[in-house]
């Protein structure tokens, strides 16, 4: 696909992943108002586990990478490098987007497994506190995600990058074509799940 063409699909899907977004925020909204989180807390980032994306959202994280100068994005991907590295030994990790100043380098661009977590009370080694209401809303966004990305995968963000780094899947993907026997050998080891239902 062309350069201007990932580009158009690229808006297109941030815009279906935005709704998605707008419809938890909304939904969740009286189960989050008294979450404690705030910038610079990152602990969701660092103890909570993996940081997952699907396809879609790998792509819009990719197009905002791809966005910045070179130097930038090199530190991104020696980061993103680093974090698959590690993640074959296993455990918990510091996201390969948090700064050292524990923010958010992507915010505007982070996937839903981002933007479901808050907590109803400070969280320093014991995990959010979240309302049930909201992690059974979480998982209908998780699940209408997935089946938007029908033709998709989800796993740890720093692998579905990986996978888009690809060009010849990136292109099969963005044409909608589906064949989980063309990653097989990438996907399985990585923990990515096919989306498709």
Same mark, same amino acid.
């Given at each position: 696909?062309?350069?201007?063409?990932?580009?158009?699909?690229?808006?297109?899907?941030?815009?279906?992943?935005?709704?998605?977004?707008?419809?938890?925020?909304?939904?969740?909204?009286?189960?989050?108002?008294?979450?404690?989180?705030?910038?610079?807390?990152?602990?969701?980032?660092?103890?909570?586990?993996?940081?997952?994306?699907?396809?879609?959202?790998?792509?819009?994280?990719?197009?905002? @990478?791809?966005? /910045?100068?070179?130097?930038?994005?090199?530190? #991104?991907?020696? &980061?993103?490098?680093? !974090?698959?590295? $590690?993640?074959?030994?296993?455990?918990?990790?510091?996201?390969?987007?948090?700064?050292?100043?524990?923010?958010?380098?992507?915010?505007?661009?982070?996937?839903?497994?981002?933007?479901?977590?808050?907590?109803?009370?400070?969280?320093?080694?014991?995990?959010?506190?979240?309302?049930?209401?909201?992690?059974?809303?979480?998982?209908?966004?998780?699940?209408?995600?997935?089946?938007?990305?029908?033709?998709?995968?989800?796993?740890?963000?720093?692998?579905? @990058?990986?996978? /888009?780094?690809?060009?010849?899947?990136?292109? #099969?993907?963005? &044409?909608?074509?589906? !064949?989980?026997? $063309?990653?097989?050998?990438?996907?399985?080891?990585?923990?990515?799940?096919?989306?498709?239902?």
């Amino acid at each position: 696909m062309a350069v201007d063409g990932e580009r158009s699909a690229i808006a297109t899907m941030r815009g279906q992943l935005a709704a998605v977004y707008e419809r938890f925020d909304a939904a969740a909204a009286p189960f989050r108002a008294g979450a404690v989180c705030r910038v610079g807390c990152a602990a969701c980032c660092i103890e909570v586990g993996r940081v997952d994306a699907t396809t879609m959202e790998g792509m819009s994280i990719r197009g905002y @990478l791809h966005s /910045l100068p070179k130097a930038r994005r090199t530190a #991104f991907e020696k &980061a993103l490098v680093r !974090d698959r590295l $590690r993640r074959r030994e296993g455990g918990f990790l510091r996201c390969p987007f948090l700064q050292k100043n524990d923010s958010c380098a992507i915010y505007a661009w982070r996937p839903f497994s981002c933007r479901q977590l808050y907590s109803l009370h400070p969280c320093t080694g014991q995990g959010p506190t979240v309302h049930r209401r909201s992690v059974e809303l979480a998982r209908d966004a998780v699940a209408e995600l997935q089946h938007l990305d029908r033709n998709g995968y989800c796993g740890p963000v720093s692998y579905v @990058l990986e996978l /888009l780094d690809d060009n010849a899947f990136r292109s #099969f993907y963005l &044409a909608g074509e589906f !064949d989980p026997a $063309r990653i097989m050998a990438f996907a399985r080891p990585r923990g990515l799940a096919i989306n498709s239902r």
